[in-house]
């Protein structure tokens, strides 16, 4: 059993990001919501603003529930812990896993990976910030069903294919 966790600064960051980024979005939405009744246009202003505290809520609403900061994981299984705002320990098997995208897989090494658990209907994902990032990836690769590594790996050929068009 491996343990793979974030450090310090990304696990503050990926938790707790979205709170500083709304408070100074709100203070320019508040403002500009005081100036819509002196001067039409900052109407705009206000709607962009609270668009924007709405995407990037919503994106951390879906990290607090898909991303665990704690990994375990053997050659058998993953364990999933510490969860935002939540106790639940998930454990996935890897012979269990239905399919693997995101991150390296669609061709954006910086966007996070997402792990299907087709017998429990599960999803869990993990940035590549994760300690240990490729170790982590190779012991998942290493264990999947061949059917979808092949099918990862073909992806992957074409994808780097595509780029050099």
């Known amino acids: ?35 819509m009744f002196d001067k039409w246009y900052f109407v705009l202003f206000a709607l962009i603003n609270g668009f924007f505290i709405f995407l990037i809520n919503k994106y951390f609403i879906k990290t607090y529930k898909l991303f665990p900061f704690k990994i375990i ?8 812990c510490d969860f935002l705002f939540s106790k639940k320990e998930i454990v996935i098997y890897h012979s269990d896993i239905e399919s693997i995208s995101g991150g390296i897989f669609s061709g954006y090494p910086t966007r996070p ?7 429990q209907n599960i999803v869990i994902g993990f940035y590549s910030h994760v300690g240990k990032f490729q170790k982590l990836v190779t012991l ?5 069903p061949q059917h979808l590594y092949d099918h990862l790996l073909n992806n992957m050929k074409e994808l780097r294919i595509e780029r050099k068009k």
């Open 113 to 119: 990976i997402y792990i299907h658990d087709g017998k």
């Open 1 to 35: 059993m491996e343990t793979f966790k974030y450090s310090f600064f990304a696990k503050v960051i990926y938790r707790y990001g979205n709170v500083i980024a709304t408070l100074f979005l709100a203070v320019h939405f508040f403002t500009s919501f005081l100036m």
């Open 140 to 144: 998942i690769l290493k264990n999947i």
């Open 73 to 80: 994981a053997d050659n058998e299984k993953i364990i999933c």
